[in-house]
């Protein structure tokens, strides 16, 4: 991937109006990218695998640990995994991206060890792997932390029933893919139900592991003793569509999003008929409709899914900043996932944090202003906000959110946007 730019500038207030197709899902295609480990001497074969830098990551630190991978066409790639791999997974990349957890539960399972440096925090709140590393102990595994580094030891994992503390899709992922060549079956409760996990599921699946998703928030995996090859498409990023979406509702555009599943976006969806917004959902589309009709505030908690999703809370908060009367936000999915309201209150906005809520007070108009993506959803946040407000907005540290929109300056300039990429 070319090195992008760092930032985005913005000269605001111009409808979007056109059609976007979707992205394949980026926290879909890390853990199924992941499970390629799992492989000893064949091929894991994936579709709309999108272009962004935290893909890249993970194919640098599958790379290092001796997978090679092939670019079969744009978006589909073919991971082929030898024999004998490494099982240390490199501290340079663990630190670049706390998803490279995920090759823990297929390494050990795989490997029977597994040396990886714990993910750090960001600016989101403290990232912990307490929930996966227990999952893992329960299957047998002997781990010792040294130095902020896990040593992970298993000759063989054994199927045991896991009751998940909390609903983790990091945790609930690991644990399916240890589970896939643990001896006998396990159940684990309580798990993620994102549709992330449906998708991991569906990789292993093709891979020859038995899985039976309830859709109960329980998964039921009965171990193998070798995966085989296998070959599936990552589903739709749910995440990147309602974030055009919203960006259609704040500049008063008229927006069709192609590709998409629509139930992915159930709570959305909810949330944004309840402020009055106008669209119309096909079986892979959502089109936009303008009505020049401010969103009237509406108030929510985020939840595991299929709750209204954290991923998409800066973006609504950036949408709700422009509607009439007041709206909270409550996050209860990370500790601190409001850095990005000070840098919206630059445009304009009148965002005031008690606790963990945020209080939306809405205002007729932003304006531009210099802003700083402080992570990937709060620099899609401040771009939008930067769509809408009147005036030219620079967001900078884009870094942030080249990890997970692929090409958001081209697709924002084919919907009519003003935007261009300065160093
Ligand atoms: C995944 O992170 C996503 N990342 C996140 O998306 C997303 O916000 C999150 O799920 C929740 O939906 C990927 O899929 C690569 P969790 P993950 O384990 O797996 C606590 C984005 O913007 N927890 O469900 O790390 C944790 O601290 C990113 O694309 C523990 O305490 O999320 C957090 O408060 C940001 N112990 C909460 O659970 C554990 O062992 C949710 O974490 C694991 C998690």
Redesign the pocket.
């Known amino acids: 991937m070319a090195e992008l730019k760092n930032i985005m500038r913005i000269d605001g207030g111009v409808p979007l109006n056109g059609s976007i197709k979707a992205q394949g899902a ?3 295609a ?2 199924v990218m992941a499970a390629c480990l799992l492989l000893k001497g064949g091929t894991l074969t994936l579709d709309n695998v999108p272009d962004l830098y ?1 893909i890249n990551t993970m194919r640098e630190l599958l790379k290092s640990l001796g997978v090679n991978i092939k670019d079969l066409a744009a978006n589909k790639i073919a991971l082929e995994v030898p024999e004998d791999i490494k099982y240390e997974a490199p501290e340079s990349l663990v630190r670049k ?3 490279s ?2 090759v823990l539960g297929p390494l050990l399972a795989r490997c029977g060890k597994a040396v990886m440096p714990l993910p750090g925090g960001c600016s ?11 999952g893992l102990v329960q299957m047998g595994a002997k781990i010792e932390i040294r130095s902020g580094v896990v040593y992970a030891k298993a000759d063989k994992l054994r199927g045991r029933r896991i009751y998940l503390d ?8 690991n644990l399916m893919m240890a589970a896939a060549l643990a001896h006998g079956e396990t159940i684990i409760e309580n798990i ?1 139900r ?1 549709p ?1 996990i449906d998708n991991l599921a569906s990789v292993l699946g093709s891979m020859g592991v038995p899985i039976d998703l309830e859709g109960t928030g329980c998964v039921r995996i009965k171990g193998i003793d070798e995966v085989s090859s296998g070959c599936d498409s990552v589903i739709p990023d749910r ?1 990147e569509a309602c974030t055009y979406i919203l960006a259609g509702i704040m500049t008063g555009g008229h927006i069709t999003v192609n590709n998409i599943i629509p139930d992915h976006i159930d709570s959305i969806l909810a949330k944004l008929e309840e402020a009055g917004a106008n669209f119309s959902v096909s079986k892979d589309s959502i089109t936009l409709f303008n009505n020049n009709k401010r969103l009237h505030a509406v108030s929510f908690r985020t939840m ?2 299929p709750g209204f ?3 998409a809370q800066p973006q609504m908060a950036a949408a709700l900043s422009l509607a009439k009367g007041v709206s909270l936000i409550e996050e209860s ?3 601190a996932r409001f850095l990005y309201t000070d840098e919206l209150n630059k445009m304009g906005a009148d965002i005031k944090i008690k606790g963990d809520t945020a209080i939306i007070n809405g205002v007729e108009e932003l304006h531009g202003a210099d802003v700083k993506a402080t ?3 709060a620099g899609a946040a401040l771009i939008m906000a930067g769509l809408a407000a009147k005036g030219i907005t620079q967001v900078s540290d884009m870094v942030h959110v080249w ?2 929109y692929e090409a958001i300056d081209a697709k924002l300039k084919s919907l009519g946007a003003r935007v261009e990429l300065l160093d």
């Open positions: 980026k926290n879909a890390l853990p935290d991206m706390r998803a957890s995920l989101i709140g403290s990232r912990p792997i307490d929930l996966h590393l227990k909390f609903p983790s899709v990091g945790a609930t992922e993620a994102e992330e995440i595991p899914f999703p954290t991923d999915v990370f500790q992570d990937l959803r990890r997970g």
